[in-house]
């Protein structure tokens, strides 16, 4: 429904001197000061851990593919909870909501997207190098080359932030409330969509592109590659053997399952199904539980990642006594 006062003005033409209300949990007044500690607790461990297995991977000499993966996956996770978090934890300590600039909340947008968008792309590449080595083992060295990883790397970075730009270009092009209260504690696609003065079919419609690229197309390649590598592991009559390979895909299908799940949620639906307090529930998980247990899953399931940990406090160790 139009909003009371909407103008059609451009947003970018006026953003300079706009400002938007993020509320984010204002209605819990009382439980302000738990919230701030505990989203504080659970991002400092978060970048703990992230940077943790950032720096072991990068002081390591001799990388996998999967290593190399698994470093950009904790770049990218360290970007994405510093885009987010401290901003949330600002609109705690203020009691009414914490306000953000247009061309600020617009940047906060398109860094998410630009962000999650890469992290599944990543996922799709890191399931294509599990393809690889259990499918076709033999040829994992020449298929899965530093240069090769290097590209796939930065074509995933630059196919999901060019998404999130276009998105993020057609959210703010709408003409919007001139209340410019968000329902949420970070400006998320939806929540912006919800101050939409009018129904804009070309701004749903880049949300539904943005989701089939960043979201059904990856998956589909995460799909096809665990497809092939089931059918190669029912080849295998040895069930120890068959074992130890699926082992290594378990830490990637955790992480997947978790990231897919949340924004499958928050974005495959329709526009009439925004709930602000269910979707503010749902993105605190993708947003700073999911993070965290990132590092944690990879630490106790990849057994490279314990032998590099094991490694650093042996350093340690051996620099403090010298």
């Known amino acids: 429904m139009p909003c009371e006062g909407c103008t ?32 504080l607790i659970v991002h400092l461990v978060t970048l703990a851990g992230n940077m943790m297995i950032f720096m072991a991977v990068v002081m390591e000499p001799s990388r996998s593919p999967m290593l190399f ?6 770049a990218v996770e360290l970007c994405y909870t510093l885009v987010i978090v401290p901003k949330a934890l600002l609109g705690l300590v203020a009691a009414g909501g914490s306000a953000i600039s247009v061309p600020g909340c617009a940047a906060q947008m398109q860094l998410f997207v630009g962000l999650g968008g890469a992290e599944c792309f990543l996922l799709a590449a890191m399931a294509y190098d599990r393809y690889v080595a259990i499918c076709q083992p033999l040829r994992y060295a020449a298929l899965m080359g530093e240069g090769l990883c290097l590209r796939l790397a930065l074509t995933c970075a630059l196919a999901a932030f060019a998404v999130g730009l276009a998105l993020t270009v057609a959210v703010f092009r709408l003409p919007l409330c001139p209340s410019r209260r968000i329902d949420h504690f970070f400006c ?49 009559t040895c069930p120890v053997g068959r074992g130890k390979a699926f082992s290594t895909c378990v830490s990637h299908l955790a992480i997947t399952f978790l990231h897919y799940g949340c924004a499958t949620f928050i974005y495959v639906r329709p526009k009439s199904s925004y709930s602000p307090a269910r979707d503010k529930v749902v993105s605190l998980v993708y947003t700073n539980i999911t993070p965290l247990m990132y590092p944690l899953i990879y630490s106790l399931r990849n057994k490279e990642i314990r032998g590099i940990l094991r490694k650093m406090l042996r350093r340690k160790k051996i620099g403090e006594l010298g």
């Open 69 to 74: 993966f698994l470093c950009q996956l904790s």
């Open 8 to 39: 059609e003005r451009d947003n970018v033409s006026t953003g300079a001197t706009m400002e938007f209300l993020l509320l984010g949990f204002s209605e819990l007044l009382h439980l302000r000061l738990l919230l701030f500690l505990l989203f």
């Open 188 to 236: 998320d696609v939806p929540a912006v969509l919800q101050l939409a003065c009018a129904q804009s079919y070309a701004a749903e419609l880049a949300l539904l592109a943005a989701c089939v690229l960043l979201l059904l197309l990856p998956f589909l390649l995460i799909l096809a590659s665990y497809v092939s590598i089931a059918v190669a592991l029912s080849g295998i």
